[in-house]
């Protein structure tokens, strides 16, 4: 088994390679396809069960200058597409056969076109989630709209739709899913253990590997982690909401660590755990994958809530669960579903007595002082009054 600096070695080399030289190597090498996604969920079972590659577009992050991507997009939206832009013009996702766009808000719909625009021969579909509080409604509905989804990876796949297929695709995401619960297990418990710079780049080279190279890379951090004889720092424990789709630059995560916080709790790719249960294996894959998401999707700003007070509730529950001290509301400037929720989420907070903060960042965000004197700030007022100036 590896090392603990080798493995996050290599997962650090995935995520600072903006070429996905991973990716382009796999489909060299096995003479398959791969299919692109964006945050925040899609269905990757489906492109796995016909035997392409789901490869997770996050965007350039502070490591990619944007010059022609500026060209497209208004100045006041999120970074997230305009990155991803200058990723497709400048060739960089070239091995890309399809791509997906979930719906997570207006500007990835609109992204979907431009991307129609740009590579007019290049397979893209919006995939829009069920929003309706009948489940079984909304299962038929999902269901349809993977059935297509199937049917057309399948065709630019070159192979027949093979339910037994997708069942083992199911249940290899199911494994995908329980080790990162593992790894959040044991970030939550032992985080002194778990830093989630660490953390974060081992879910971050899931979103290029293989299913399985991720699981095995998962389980022997995991393993190292827990042999590490550290001992714990006189930090608070916070959690971080809002960051579920343009993803926080590496230096915000750890300067909110460095600023005396330990993270127990985020939603930073939020779309690899999205599924709270695992997918029932046998009958119908399609309605069982349905089925699941529309019962156990974690709730979340790119689902409608249907209970009243729903969203108030949702943030006590969550610091409960973890054991936390804390809330740090972190979202991308300009993202909507963020910030249109975050009013309901800090109520529920401030209700319930939590101590919070809030600000906005972005994904090229070079200078991190302000966070780190504000996260350190907060975490004092935590250890003094608990939160109470």
């Keep these: 088994m590896n090392t603990r600096a080798e493995i996050v070695d290599r997962a650090r080399a995935l995520y600072e390679d903006l070429d996905f030289g991973s990716v382009k190597e796999w489909c060299a090498t096995t003479g398959r396809k791969a299919v692109g996604y964006l945050p925040v969920y899609a269905p990757r079972e489906i492109i796995h069960a016909v035997g392409m590659l789901p490869v997770g577009v996050q965007g350039g992050g502070d490591r990619l200058e944007i010059i022609r991507g500026d060209a497209f997009y208004q100045s006041y939206i999120c970074h997230l597409p305009r990155s991803v832009v200058e990723l497709l013009q400048s060739g960089r996702l070239d091995m890309l056969s399809g791509m997906l766009f979930p719906s997570t808000c207006d500007v990835i719909r609109n992204l979907s076109g431009m991307w129609r625009i740009l590579r007019p021969g290049l397979y893209t579909r919006y995939c829009d989630v069920p929003q309706v509080p009948e489940a079984g409604t909304g299962a038929k509905f999902w269901r349809r709209e993977l059935e297509t989804l199937l049917d057309d990876l399948a065709k630019l796949a070159g192979v027949t739709p093979d339910p037994a297929s997708l069942s083992r695709s199911n249940a290899l995401y199911n494994e995908v899913r329980d080790v990162i619960g593992a790894l959040y297990r044991a970030r ?75 993270i127990v709790d985020d939603d930073f790719l939020l779309g690899n755990r999205l599924l709270t249960a695992p997918v029932p294996i046998g009958g119908d894959p399609l309605t069982a994958l349905a089925d699941t998401f529309v019962r156990h999707a974690m709730p979340s700003s790119i689902l409608y809530e249907h209970a009243p007070d729903g969203k108030k ?35 529920g907070a401030e209700a319930a007595n939590i101590p919070c903060i809030a600000f906005q960042y972005s994904e090229n965000t070079g200078q991190f002082q302000q966070f780190r004197e504000q996260a350190g700030t907060f975490s004092d007022s935590i250890k003094l009054w608990g939160g109470q100036a």
């Design 188 to 262: 939550r418990d032992t985080p002194w253990k778990l830093p989630t710079e660490e953390l974060y780049l081992i879910l971050r080279a899931g979103e290029v590997l293989p299913p399985e190279d991720f699981i095995q890379m998962a389980r022997d951090y995991l393993a190292v982690t827990a042999a590490d004889d550290a001992r714990p720092r006189d930090r608070v424990r916070v959690i971080v909401v809002g960051a579920f789709c343009e993803q926080p630059p590496l230096g915000l995560i750890k300067t909110i660590e460095r600023a005396g916080c330990y």
């Design 313 to 347: 509730k949702l943030i006590p529950a969550r610091v409960a669960a973890a054991r936390a001290d804390g809330v740090i509301f972190a979202a991308p400037s300009f993202c909507d579903p963020a910030l249109l929720d975050r009013p309901m989420l800090r109520a």
